[in-house]
């Protein structure tokens, strides 16, 4: 029994004429079908891959994605952890830095959310759910946005930096100017 379960596809990119984009893929109709199926993976996302996605400018590696999805009596499941190398820029001191992130992420995925379900008041408890109607599942673009979610709303380069000074400009992790005096 042989199965193709991880590919990458070759996606025209809208609007960025000839450029293609390669998507990793899971193909995932023998998980939504079997119960006790269960795929690993373990792939790198070269960059050239991301070229069109947020954050595309800031890696400063390939992603790594790292995990398995799993169909437990019924219910689907994908666990995983997505790190990434990215090139930052403090927004108190503007320093420039390298910061490694490992995520982790758990979905629960399904073909299509039970229209009474989805209109459940809790609309939150959803926000883990993955549709997945044609049974694949792009990986390029999930990885980015649980990146994405876990990133926090400052960057610093250290939690107490202690930016620039507003008069001279001095970064003061050197030392305190003279403006105060
Ligand atoms: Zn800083
Ligand atoms: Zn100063």
Same mark, same amino acid.
């Given at each position: 029994?042989?199965?193709?379960?991880?590919?990458?596809?070759?996606?025209?990119?809208?609007?960025?004429?000839? #450029?293609?984009?390669?998507?990793?893929?899971?193909?995932?109709?023998?998980?939504?079908?079997?119960?006790?199926?269960?795929?690993?993976?373990?792939?790198?996302?070269?960059?050239?891959?991301?070229?069109?996605?947020?954050?595309?400018?800031?890696?400063?590696?390939?992603?790594?994605?790292?995990? !398995?999805?799993?169909? #437990?009596?019924?219910?689907?499941?994908?666990?995983? /952890?997505?790190?990434?190398?990215?090139?930052?820029?403090?927004? #108190?001191?503007?320093?420039?830095?390298? #910061?490694?992130?490992?995520?982790?992420?758990?979905? /629960?995925?399904?073909?299509?959310?039970?229209?009474?379900?989805?209109?459940?008041?809790?609309?939150?408890?959803?926000?883990?759910?993955?549709? !997945?109607?044609?049974? /694949?599942?792009?990986?390029?673009?999930?990885?980015? /946005?649980?990146?994405?979610?876990?990133?926090?709303?400052?960057?610093? !380069?250290?939690?107490?930096?202690?930016?620039?000074?507003?008069?001279?400009?001095?970064?003061?992790?050197?030392?305190?100017?003279?403006?105060?005096?």
């Amino acid at each position: 029994m042989e199965f193709v379960m991880l590919s990458a596809v070759r996606k025209g990119a809208e609007g960025f004429g000839e #450029r293609n984009e390669y998507h990793m893929v899971l193909q995932l109709r023998q998980i939504f079908e079997i119960e006790g199926q269960k795929l690993n993976f373990d792939e790198q996302i070269p960059l050239s891959e991301l070229e069109n996605s947020p954050l595309h400018e800031a890696f400063a590696a390939p992603l790594h994605i790292k995990g !398995c999805v799993y169909n #437990r009596a019924g219910v689907v499941a994908l666990e995983y /952890t997505v790190s990434a190398l990215l090139d930052q820029e403090c927004d #108190r001191c503007l320093k420039a830095f390298q #910061r490694e992130y490992d995520v982790e992420a758990s979905h /629960t995925v399904v073909k299509e959310l039970a229209a009474a379900d989805a209109d459940d008041e809790n609309g939150s408890e959803y926000d883990d759910y993955i549709v !997945c109607p044609e049974n /694949t599942l792009d990986m390029n673009e999930l990885a980015v /946005t649980d990146l994405l979610m876990e990133m926090p709303s400052k960057i610093l !380069c250290k939690e107490d930096c202690k930016g620039l000074c507003m008069s001279c400009g001095k970064d003061l992790n050197d030392g305190a100017c003279d403006c105060q005096n």
